[in-house]
C-alpha cells in the first residue's frame, strides 16, 4: 500500500507532518529549513500554541481517536508523517500500524515498543546486555524498577526494594507492566540515525533525563518517581563510544533480522553506565525521542563528525528526506 501511494505522490510538493507535541518544533523546523511544506496535527487545546510559528506552513486540528481520516488527508497532500513518542501514546500502536500514509521508519517497531516484553527480547536477540527480567515478586533477589507498557514517559514506574515491597506494590497494579533488576549506575540515552542513503549507523548524540522526584530537591520525603519533565545534554567519555556504536549497529542488525526491513531513521538505546565502565540498556526507543530537543537549532557535536557541520536531529531528518527525494528512493526510508 505505502509503495502505492508513494508512486502517487509529487516528490517537488513533498510535506512533512507530525503531531504537535514531543520533537515537533524540532522535526518541522528542519523540515522547512530544507524547503519542504510542513504540517502540525494538534489537539484542540494545543492548536494555537504552534501556529505562532512561521515554519509551520499548516495547524490541523484533529482527534486522534480517530485518526485514519487524518492519515488520508495527509496522502493526499503528499507528506510523510515522522512518528514520534506522542504520536505513539495519543494514537495508539494499531492505529499507527494501519495509517495509509508514509511513515518515516521501521513503523512496526511501534506494536514491538508497545509491549515491553517483545522490547526486551529484540535487544536481547541483538546481544546487547540487559537488566534481568523478573516473572513475579518470587523469583526478585533485589531491588528492581516496574514499568508500564507504551511510551509514558515514565509515568507509572515505581522501585521497590525487595520481593516484600514488590508484592505489596504489585497488588494494586491491574495495568500490564515489566519487573526490571535496578542496575546501579548513570543513566545515558544514545541517539542514532540509520540512513539508507549513506548506508550506514551514526551516533547523533546523548541525552539525560531529568525526573521528578528522583532528580527533584525531594531529600527522601516523598516516593521516587520517574515522570520526565525534561532532557539534559551529554557528551560520552571518548573510550566508551566505541560500545555505543557497536550497539547500535548491532541494534539495527537485529530489525533486520526480526522484521525483514532495514533500519531507518533516528533511535535510541537507553542504559546505565556502571562503575566498571560496562552498559547495560534497558529500553530502546524505535524513533525520535525527546531528547534529541538539547541540541536543536545548535546541532549535535557528533554530527560533525560525519558532515563537518552541526546539525541537531530534525535537521538530519530532513536531510534523509532531500536525498531521497533526490535520488527517487523515498520507499527506503519510509514504511
Do not use: C
Not at 502517487?8 to 511544506?37: E, M, N, P, Q, W
Not at 487524518?70 to 503528499?78: D, F, K, P
Not at 521516587?224 to 547500535?248: A, D, I
Amino acid at each position: 500500500m505505502i509503495e502505492r501511494l508513494i508512486k502517487g505522490y509529487d516528490l517537488d510538493k513533498l510535506a512533512v507532518a507530525t503531531i504537535a507535541s514531543h520533537t515537533a518544533l524540532h522535526i518541522l523546523r528542519g523540515a522547512k529549513l530544507y524547503g519542504f511544506r510542513t504540517i502540525a496535527v494538534a489537539r484542540p487545546n494545543t492548536a494555537w500554541f504552534y501556529r505562532q510559528f512561521q515554519f509551520i506552513d499548516e495547524v490541523w486540528e484533529a482527534d486522534f481517536s480517530n485518526f485514519r481520516p487524518v492519515a488520508e488527508r495527509l496522502s493526499r497532500q503528499n507528506a510523510v508523517l515522522v512518528p514520534h513518542g506522542s504520536y505513539v501514546e495519543y494514537v495508539g500502536w494499531r492505529q499507527a500500524l494501519e495509517a495509509p500514509v508514509p511513515t518515516l521508519g521501521v513503523r512496526r517497531l511501534i506494536e514491538i515498543e508497545a509491549d515491553q516484553f517483545k522490547k526486551m527480547g529484540l535487544l536481547e536477540r541483538a546481544g546487547i546486555p540487559t537488566p534481568r527480567v523478573y516473572n513475579s515478586a518470587d523469583e526478585v533477589t533485589g531491588p528492581v524498577i516496574v514499568k508500564l507498557f507504551g511510551a509514558k514517559g515514565g509515568r507509572g514506574y515505581f522501585f521497590a526494594r525487595d520481593k516484600r515491597e514488590l508484592a505489596e506494590r504489585l497488588a494494586n497494579l491491574a495495568e500490564p507492566h515489566i519487573i526490571q533488576e535496578y542496575v546501579f549506575g548513570v543513566p545515558a540515552y544514545y541517539h542514532y540515525f540509520a540512513s539508507p542513503m549513506y548506508s550506514r549507523v551514526e551516533i547523533f548524540g546523548m541525552d539525560i533525563r531529568y525526573e521528578t522526584n528522583v532528580d527533584g530537591r525531594t531529600f527522601g520525603l516523598v516516593e521516587p518517581s520517574f515522570v520526565v519533565v525534561g532532557n539534559l545534554p551529554l557528551v560520552l567519555r571518548e573510550s566508551l563510544l566505541p560500545t555505543v556504536q557497536r550497539y547500535g549497529e548491532a541494534f539495527a542488525k537485529a530489525v533486520r533480522e526480526t522484521l525483514g526491513e532495514d533500519m531507518k531513521g533516528p533511535y535510541s538505546l537507553e542504559s546505565i553506565i556502571k562503575d566498571d565502565m560496562s552498559i547495560v540498556v534497558f529500553e530502546f526507543s524505535g524513533r525520535i525521542v525527546a531528547g534529541t530537543n538539547v541540541y536543536m537549532g545548535v546541532g549535535s557535536p557528533y554530527s560533525v563528525l560525519y558532515f563537518d557541520k552541526p546539525m541537531d536531529m530534525g535537521t538530519r531528518i530532513a536531510h534523509e528526506l532531500d536525498e531521497a527525494r533526490k535520488r527517487g528512493a523515498l520507499e527506503r526510508i519510509v514504511s
